[in-house]
């Protein structure tokens, strides 16, 4: 049974808003951390809802990983570490060109960036950046072309890229890079994800999966338009700009043709069981979704004005950010709760659910 939600404030823990639309979000340690498209960094203790500091840089920030109570992220044409309890910048650095993807392993960050040509119209060169714990540029090797994913790989690093290889690359801490291609697939990588230590999933223009682990690499055919989003827990989830979501063999390899077209997806807190898949799509309102992940059905649908920007899911934890600057935390436990407690909400007054929703914006200041 699918339940109509009125809005993600019925959800949420708590809601807080930032002064510029949401890049990114993430839950690590206690803390809920959000990054801005005016490069602001944001940070707010999840028990208590309270903000804990908040670090300007000149923007837009980008992508982002955790490390043992540091965050990295990338901002225009620098890359960051900032100390998550205090907010201390540990380190920043330059690359050359703009900085794209990032990710931490135990000896550093692994980082790409690119240098887009306006003559062409293209990525006209890309680089792989390897930086130490202390912020020191210890590595950077030209690739072919820009860099559409960057992935830990057992102790390497695994990008996915475009024409003319459409195929993947691995970098390793020496500076080699190995090219792979396909004879299979002959289509651009659009995104990538990997479970963070030996599988990495590609997704390809043309709808075909990549999956790699230990240098096989099987492929899987979706769909007949672009993947748009993959997100890895235990297993992949894979959404297609056409509207259709497919996963991997441990979850039953299923697949459902929505009718709406993905921006985005991620595994999250679910009604029943250990996660389910959260889906985002766009149609003059945010379409929220939370499906089963055994089958795909519908449990939760939620409509947004605002258009989501960022998602983060775990299986305690769904954190979405909007274009307007909008923060909702959802968390397992508050989550079912809540559904068990919206089926006596519509008995209540338009006045009632306002201040209901008021209050869970206050909570924690």
Known sequence: MSRLISSLEQLSSFVREIESGCVFVGVTEGFLLAGSKAGELWCWSVSSGLQEWKVKFEGPCSK????????????????????????????????????????????????????????????????????????????????????????????????????????????SNDGAIEYFSSDQVDSPVTVGKGDGREVVVLGHSNGTLSVISEHIVQNYEIGKSSVVSIDYLEEWAAALESGVLAVGDRLGSWSIETGNSFQSLCFGPTIEGESGIWTFSWDEKSVIRLLDQLDGTQKIEVFHDAEVGASFGSTDHLCIGDNSGMIYLIEKDVLRRRIIESSDESAEDEGVRNLRKKIRRLRGG
């Not at 043992?68 to 992220?73: N, P, Q, R, S, Y």
């Not at 050359?96 to 960036?113: C, P, R, T």
């Not at 062409?120 to 912020?135: A, F, L, M, P, V």
């Open 64 to 171: 982002y990983d955790f490390s043992e109570g540091k965050i990295v992220f990338s901002e225009s044409d620098k890359i960051h570490a900032v100390k998550i309890d205090s907010g201390e910048i540990l380190w920043s650095v330059d690359l050359e060109g703009s900085s794209d993807f990032i990710f931490y392993d135990k000896k550093g960050v692994w980082a790409s960036s690119s240098v887009y040509n306006f003559e062409i119209q293209d990525y006209s060169e890309g680089s792989i950046w390897r930086i130490n714990n202390s912020g020191e540029k210890v590595l950077r090797v030209p690739i072919k072309g820009r860099a559409w994913s960057l992935d830990r790989f057992q102790d390497s690093a695994l990008f996915g890229l475009s024409r003319p290889n459409c195929g993947y690359g691995i970098a």
